[in-house]
């Protein structure tokens, strides 16, 4: 058996990139099949139901439930302001009455003679989904959403915090194994997103938001930066709400490692274009990469072969394990038998070489991950 599955990260100079963009309930779908559409364009909307807040009118006013209706100045489905009094007794000979207002603005929707409740609801919540990248509606989805098609580089990253955000590319960072710091972060870079090298400090991260920075894309992170800006731990939970004020995208892990050369490199051949990026992670069940989509206007894709998530000799990967973890090797012979490993555990092993020093070594192959050209 000369491959294995193993799990896989992308980083292609050009490919045919599908996005999905789908309401959370249904609504209204703006385009058709066919038409172009910026990143920043608005697809679909709908809006969400506002809040409910109860009321017991029955306790305030100190009457039976099946009587609140004789003191209520509004009617199912009135509106109302916060504050306006929508209850009031008649008091003995005018003097001592008893005036309700309302809690919240927005919609009288249920009144109950039963339990003497009240219900308002909030306005309701507008909600719009955007292209994120720029491209061509492949397929529409009626009142749910759209498939946006465009050619694009793309790189995924191994973690990442913050939404979908999108900007033109900066590079700041002279090499790979740079780190960005504080003072490479300059107010020029106001609505940017910046590219890093080995490690962006915590420094850096705070400043990049004073500046207004949109995003960040660099190589590594170190833990205890990354819970000191976000004010508490992670832990394994799902990323991409973050309000932070920045996406962050990680491309090879935590602590100080040098961004793959080329990813770096494909980086730099982007400059300045229009770049998606989105920091939503998840590494348990149903796993989300975070992402770089940068769109090739103009550029073609001819049909392409179903990628294979397999191992090859000559493919490229990046070890996720312990002491050599986040270096990328090439794989040099795929050993078809289980071997002994320390732990004195079979299993299936992968002969690699690392790019930078040229050392050949054996590892298990659940401590590797396929980088797909």
Do not use: W
């Amino acid at each position: 058996m000369a491959s294995v599955y193993s799990p896989g990260l992308k980083v292609v100079a050009k490919t045919n990139v599908h996005k999905e963009r789908r309401l959370p309930m249904l609504g209204d779908v703006h385009v058709k099949k066919g038409d172009v559409v910026k990143a920043e364009q608005v697809v679909a909307s709908t809006y969400l139901p506002g809040n409910v807040t109860p009321l017991n009118l029955a306790n305030q006013l100190g009457c039976d439930p099946k009587e609140i209706n004789d003191f209520l100045k509004k009617k199912t489905g009135d509106n109302v302001e916060k504050g306006e009094m929508i209850a009031e007794t008649p008091g003995i000979l005018g003097f001592f009455k008893t005036r309700i207002n309302a809690p919240i603005g927005g919609l009288v929707e249920t009144i109950s003679t039963v339990t003497g409740q009240v219900i308002f609801r909030e306005p309701p919540i507008p909600v719009e989904v955007l292209s994120y990248v720029d491209g061509e509606i492949e397929e529409v989805y009626p009142g749910e959403g759209v498939r946006v098609l465009t050619t694009a580089s793309y790189i995924q990253g191994i973690f990442g915090i913050g939404p979908e955000v999108i900007g033109p590319l900066e590079i700041v960072a002279k090499n790979a194994a740079e780190v960005l710091d504080a003072p490479a972060i300059i107010s020029a870079h106001i609505g940017k997103i910046i590219v890093g090298g080995s490690l962006v400090t915590a420094e850096a991260l705070r400043k990049a938001v004073d500046c207004k920075v949109k995003g960040i894309v660099v190589g590594g992170i170190d833990a205890q930066d990354l819970k000191e800006f976000l004010g508490y731990d992670l832990g394994v939970a799902i990323t991409g709400t973050e309000d932070k004020g920045i996406t962050v995208v990680i491309t090879e892990g935590f602590g100080k490692i040098e961004m793959a050369q080329k990813t770096f490199d494909l980086l730099v051949s982007c400059k300045g274009r229009k770049t998606s990026i989105n920091g939503a992670t998840q590494i348990r069940a149903g796993v989300i990469r975070p992402e770089v989509v940068i769109p090739l206007p103009g550029e073609k894709v001819g049909k392409e072969e179903v990628l294979k998530l397999g191992m090859a000799v000559g493919g490229m990967v990046r070890i996720i394990r312990e002491p050599r973890f986040g270096e990328v090797a090439k794989i040099v012979s795929l050993p078809e038998k289980p071997q002994m490993i320390p732990t004195e555990a079979k299993v299936r092993v992968v002969e690699i070489q690392l790019l930078k020093s040229g050392e050949k070594f054996v590892l298990p192959r659940a401590n590797v991950e396929i980088i797909e050209e």
